[in-house]
């Protein structure tokens, strides 16, 4: 056992790549959204499965900069553009992304529409995955958003006022990198939608704020509160604490120098 108040310096030896001196890394906390939905009996509709797939994913961390598509924002644009254009759609189930602290590379919404209205959605999503498509980066060009016209159905629907409360919640909910370093080197913070279920009457959303400040969690813990609904309540839980990078660390010249002669 060592008495690290005895020692002025820590030396983390756990850099990723030849090279590299780690001096610093994200702390976090995890948030549970959740929003309630009114439920009814469901009529004479159709149920369909709109589908996001043949995404990357990835580590929420590592991967956050790279541009990678949320499967679970791109669902909930899908939904609102449909929605937009005039489809009458009921949510039935919410499913995406498998962990808290990974980019989700798929999500599915059962949905209720009008039977007249099917081919329509079919366009429309088509149409989406083109335009989508191509702003996406290489390696996810070949996104799809899909339209399932063999979905299994369910006994309730959301009510049209709770369906378009479910869909600004998942739309408003930040996502991504939060804020960079002022030389643009670093980011500084980050949060990730990571999961989504519809269970027992309400939409429930797993995330994951990363910083190496605890002062930039609690900024984005609030940002993300402000971004609720008042029905909504938000758990933050199980912090774990970072560590702030001191680019003025005398260490780090003697090191650089160190590295050179080798």
């Not at 030396?11 to 309630?36: H, Q, R, V």
């Not at 995404?55 to 991967?63: Q, R, V």
């Not at 500084?188 to 269970?199: C, F, Q, R």
Request: hydrophobic share 40%.
């Amino acid at each position: 056992d060592y008495d690290f108040a005895n020692y002025k310096y820590l030396l983390n030896l756990d850099s990723e790549k030849f090279g590299e001196l780690c001096i610093g890394c994200a702390g976090g906390i995890y948030t549970n959204a959740t929003l309630p939905v009114e439920m009814e009996p469901i009529d004479n509709r159709q149920v369909v499965e709109v589908s996001i797939g043949k995404l990357l994913g990835g580590h929420s961390g590592l991967k956050i900069n790279e541009g990678r598509i949320n499967a679970i924002k791109l669902l909930a644009d899908s939904l609102h553009s449909l929605m937009r254009e005039g489809i009458d759609l009921r949510l039935l189930d919410l499913k995406g992304g498998e962990k808290k602290n990974s980019i989700p590379n798929f999500a599915i919404a059962t949905i209720a529409i009008h039977p007249d209205q099917v081919a329509k959605v079919k366009r429309m999503l088509k149409t989406l995955e083109s335009i989508r498509s191509v702003k996406a980066i290489p390696k996810e060009k070949e996104l799809s958003i899909s339209l399932d016209e063999n979905a299994i159905s369910f006994p309730e629907m959301s009510t049209r006022e709770s369906t378009d409360e479910a869909i600004v919640f998942l739309r408003t909910l930040p996502n991504g990198i939060i804020k960079m370093s002022e030389d643009g080197r670093i980011i500084v913070s980050s949060t990730n939608i990571g999961t989504l279920a519809l269970l027992n009457g309400q939409v429930e959303v797993g995330m994951l704020t990363r910083s190496s400040s605890d002062e930039e969690i609690e900024k984005v813990n609030e940002l993300i509160e402000s971004k609720i609904p008042a029905n909504a309540q938000v758990n933050h839980y199980a912090p774990f604490s970072g560590w702030e990078p001191n680019f003025e660390q005398e260490i780090i010249a003697l090191l650089q120098e160190q590295y050179k002669d080798l």
